[in-house]
């Protein structure tokens, strides 16, 4: 299980995703990744070196539950269809007044 209590989460750890989420992390702020991709949450994992600052999963629920309420998620997905299936994807376990925010080419 994640340890409990991020301040930010990142979902998306393709080159762009794991770039931004070492720099907030390297600002201060304890950061969490999630990607589908088993390869990508491992080298994100490598990369942030600790854990308490800058883990990542592939699993949605872990990732949710990791974050500090109210959470704050940027989505640095592909555009289009991609960013509506993550937003259906998260609705189920996010309350309000939690913050998602699209950092990708969608219009």
């Known amino acids: 299980m994640a340890k409990q209590g991020y301040d930010f989460g990142l979902i998306g750890l393709g080159v762009m995703g794991r770039n931004f989420i070492l720099n907030v992390a390297e600002k201060g702020f304890k950061a969490y990744g999630y990607d589908l991709d088993r390869e990508k949450v491992s080298a994100l994992k490598e990369e942030g070196g600790d854990l308490d600052r800058v883990n990542a999963t592939d699993d949605l629920k872990t990732f949710i539950s990791a974050l500090q309420q109210p959470r704050k998620i940027m989505l ?32």
């Not at 994807?89 to 309000?96: N, S, V, Y």
Request: charged share 25%; glycine share 12%.
């Open 76 to 107: 640095l997905v592909p555009a289009g269809k991609i960013v509506d299936n993550v937003i259906e994807d998260l609705l189920p376990h996010i309350d309000r007044g939690d913050l998602i925010i699209d950092g990708g080419n969608s219009l």
